[in-house]
């Protein structure tokens, strides 16, 4: 089995590494191209948001603040600046973070239903 955190940064199928998660942005295929595996009940709901949210406010309001000290710029520049960095990092990030939770997810699921079967 794969490294957990190998599997959902790349975007692969939790059970064999191999095949792609997503069928559309965020969407999870129903089931892996590679192995065959069952992915329709793997879902991470609105867990990964959270986290990419409060990690890509804590970076652009760091660099912000930074910024305002340093330079003083007028506010448009910062609308400007931060508000496109924002929300490419969490597009950038959105992705990844819900492959990672499935990971996760997928892997101690996987645990629970050999310790009982």
């Known amino acids: 089995m794969p490294s957990s955190w190998m599997v ?4 692969k199928c939790p059970a064999c590494g ?5 069928s559309g942005f965020l969407s999870v295929r129903t089931r892996c191209r590679v192995c065959d595996t069952d992915l329709s ?4 709901g609105d867990g990964p948001a959270p986290f990419v949210v409060f ?4 970076i652009v309001v760091s660099l912000a603040l930074a910024t305002e000290v340093r330079y003083e710029p007028p506010v448009w520049l ?8 924002a929300i490419a ?3 950038a990030l959105l992705r990844p973070a819900k ?3 499935i990971a996760f997810q997928y892997k101690h699921r996987r645990a629970d ?5």
């Open 8 to 11: 959902g940064l790349s975007c």
């Open 41 to 44: 009940g793997q879902d991470s």
């Open 99 to 101: 492959a990672l939770m």
């Open 55 to 58: 990690l890509v406010g804590a």
């Open 18 to 22: 191999r095949g792609p998660l997503f």
């Open 78 to 85: 910062h609308l400007v600046l931060w508000l496109p960095l």
């Open 89 to 91: 990092l969490v597009l």
């Open 113 to 117: 239903f050999q310790r009982d079967g």
